[in-house]
């Protein structure tokens, strides 16, 4: 069936590097992606959201990138600090007509000082 | 805080114990969802309200009961479950269906 993934469970970066987390989905009728950090103990939040009619959003030290030609979604966060340490989702919702959104499994980043 | 609350935050039941989950959305949305995370499992889609009235009921066992008495608030009720439904069960909002969903802090339940 249709399904989001994550190319890498775990992801290591330096204090200060730019992160870069990576998203496949499969489904070509998906029209919007929400990226959503979870840190230990809470739950899923929203850090940014890009259409199907976008290639690039840019948010607060965030960019998430759309190539719809290849399936791939991915979320660049610029100077990565202690604090964005945390389990990466990227969600896609299944078309213009669905409100459901398929999960990702995600992607642990693991930030050392 | 995403002005999504749940509580308990932590609730421990035995298999023939019956409990209820409660969440609370101040954001003035329109639909709200249970989901179930299991570890190492991507978030599994369990029920969806929109204005009140239930839209999805993703193949769940009747042993999850949900109710939504208004557009605010959002219970699941939970009767006779299994070990396997030990949990983490989150709520989310979001302003209308298909719309960027905000979630609480979640469930931790753990069935004995």
């Known amino acids: 069936g249709e399904s989001v993934g994550l190319h890498l469970p775990t992801l290591s970066v330096q204090e200060g590097d730019n992160s870069i987390i990576n998203c496949a989905y499969s489904?070509?009728?998906?029209?919007?992606f929400i990226w959503y950090k979870q840190e230990s103990g809470k739950g899923p939040q929203f850090i940014i959201d890009?259409?199907?009619?976008?290639d690039k959003r840019q948010g607060q030290r965030v960019t998430v990138l759309l190539n719809k030609t290849v399936k791939h979604l991915s979320l660049q966060i610029a100077a990565t600090q202690p604090g964005d340490s945390a389990v990466y989702f990227c969600?896609?919702?299944?078309?213009?007509?669905?409100?459901?959104?398929?999960f990702g499994s995600g992607t642990r980043l693991l930030v050392r000082p | 805080e995403t002005g999504v609350t749940q509580t308990p935050r932590h609730l421990v039941m035995g298999m023939t114990n019956k409990k209820s989950l409660k969440c609370e959305q101040h954001?003035?949305?329109?639909?709200m969802y249970w989901y179930k995370q299991s570890a190492k499992k991507p978030l599994e889609l369990m029920f969806v309200?929109?204005?009140?009235?239930?839209?999805e009921n993703n193949s769940v066992p009747s042993r999850f009961s949900p109710e939504c008495p208004n557009s605010s608030h959002l219970f699941l009720h939970l009767h006779t479950l299994q070990p396997e439904d030990s949990a983490l069960y989150l709520c989310?909002?979001?302003?209308?269906?298909?719309?960027?969903?905000?979630f609480g802090p979640g469930t931790r339940l753990t069935v004995t």
């Open positions: 989310a909002s979001s302003q209308d269906l298909g719309r960027e969903q905000y």
């Open positions: 489904n070509s009728a998906s029209d919007y």
């Open positions: 890009i259409r199907s009619n976008m």
């Open positions: 969600a896609e919702r299944e078309s213009r007509s669905s409100y459901k959104l398929i």
């Open positions: 954001l003035g949305h329109n639909a």
């Open positions: 309200y929109s204005l009140e009235e239930r839209v």
